[in-house]
């Protein structure tokens, strides 16, 4: 009995493996247009690549997204506590300024 390995799985993983290490960049463009009026362009790019290689490539979005990272979202909290401290001051402070200027 003998028995048969699939070359097929094998090279699938080999193109998997190369697309993910060197990466893939696909980009077109559709534009609808009437009489020669452009009405919509949509442009679509796509990158196919590992987290690795798009940080080498200076991709790293999803790190700056609060939506998607708790570093960020701790960041964005942050920043709009230090901006609400903010506004409450300069809200006592007008308050302030109305009160002196009705006496």
Known sequence: ??????????????????????????????????????????????????????KEIGMDWWENDPYLSSKAAEQDTKALEQENEELQKRIERLEKNMQSNRL
């Open 1 to 54: 009995m003998a028995i048969e390995q699939s070359t097929q799985s094998n090279s699938l993983v080999d193109v998997l493996e190369t697309v993910l290490d060197k990466g893939v960049v696909i980009a077109g463009d559709i534009r609808v247009g009437l009489a020669d009026v452009e009405l919509l362009t949509i442009k679509i790019r796509l990158i196919v690549a590992s987290v690795d290689k798009a």
